[in-house]
């Protein structure tokens, strides 16, 4: 039997979210929470079958084939495992772009290159939003905490932080609010802003980028007052920037009253939730608390995982 396991990690945006989109860099960190794809030459659903009925998966394949210059061929089984809530904001769909493209690459006996996965990964995740400014892929390829930036369309820098969350900040719960929007959708209405009133947009986006400096020192200093009040500054220039909805900002208010910090992370949502609200505290059962009180699910992850990883080859 021929079998390939490849997975890949959820990912957080520390800050920088939207921003990313024109060009400002963004802190991305890939988190616990994985997805699996496996592959094998017995099982129930083929990959050829599931191309046909899901155009994303089609596409993450079209763009294998073109990157690796391979045509797929039967048999070829898919199944996939994923811990990463979808349509959060924690990377669901780049997660599995970058475990298939890895997967298709073991199978086709490629050379492991994390750099090509994660360009065809891009391609393959703009066919989802063509603004993607490919930070979700990047992350979810080579993990850690990443300092990221897509200076033109081909030319992205990232920087691979040698430093981690210190252990001494507090920890850091994850709050569900859901969405009702595509990031899609958010990135097309955030550049409608950018159209009505360009001076106002750019401004916004200088404030962004100074936080984003300030986060990351705050980060690299251990500096968790600095880090929190970067956290809070964030997420007010996404309030002004209209990316997070009534119900999800109540709640961010309830968690400062109570002397926490809390921001949305990724693009965020309008009308009903939010996507994941990122929030800290000293004592993680009270946020838990306002959470549920709000009717929301809350769970914990672990910051800084690895990137897409080989976990079983059987040829
Ligand atoms: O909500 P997500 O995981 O799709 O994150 C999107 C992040 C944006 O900056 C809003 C878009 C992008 O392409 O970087």
Redesign the pocket.
């Known amino acids: 039997m021929k079998k390939v396991t490849v997975s890949a990690p959820g ?1 957080l ?1 520390i800050t920088g ?2 921003a ?2 024109y060009g400002k860099p ?1 802190l991305i960190v890939a988190t616990s929470l994985r997805l699996y794809v496996t592959l094998s030459n017995q099982g129930e659903v083929s990959l050829a079958a599931l191309r046909k009925k899901d155009a994303y998966i089609d596409a993450i394949a079209n763009a294998f084939e073109k990157k690796y210059a391979k045509v797929l061929t039967p048999p070829c089984f898919i199944t996939i495992d994923s811990a990463i809530p979808v349509g959060s ?3 669901s ?1 780049a997660a599995l772009a970058v475990a298939l493209i890895g997967a298709l690459s073991v199978w086709h006996n490629e050379p492991w290159n994390v750099q090509a996965i994660h360009d065809s990964a891009y391609v393959a995740e703009k066919t989802k ?1 063509k ?6 892929p990047a992350v979810s390829a080579h993990g850690g905490i990443l300092w990221y930036r897509k200076e033109l369309e081909f030319l992205k820098t990232l920087w691979l932080l040698s430093f981690k969350i210190p252990r001494t900040f507090s920890p850091f719960v994850l709050i569900n609010t859901g969405r009702t929007e595509s ?1 899609g959708d ?2 097309q209405m955030v550049a409608e802003q950018k159209t009505r009133d360009e001076a106002r947009f750019a401004e916004l986006l200088s404030r962004i980028e100074n936080v984003t400096k300030e986060i990351t020192s705050a980060l690299h200093d251990e500096r968790e007052e600095a880090f929190c009040d970067g956290l809070r500054t964030n997420e007010q220039l996404l309030e002004t920037m209209g990316v997070v909805s009534p119900s999800a900002q109540l709640l961010i208010r309830d968690i400062e009253k109570i002397g926490g910090v809390a921001k949305i992370s ?2 965020g949502g309008k009308n009903g939730g939010s ?1 994941v609200v990122f929030a800290s505290h000293p004592e993680p059962a009270r946020i838990k608390k306002l959470a549920k009180q709000h009717g929301y699910p809350s769970f914990e992850t672990q910051l800084g995982g690895a990137g897409v990883q080989r976990e079983q080859i059987i040829v």
């Open positions: 990912k945006h979210e939207h990313v989109v963004s904001g924690m990377g769909s939003h603004n993607s400014s490919g930070s979700d990031t958010l990135v990724g693009a996507g």
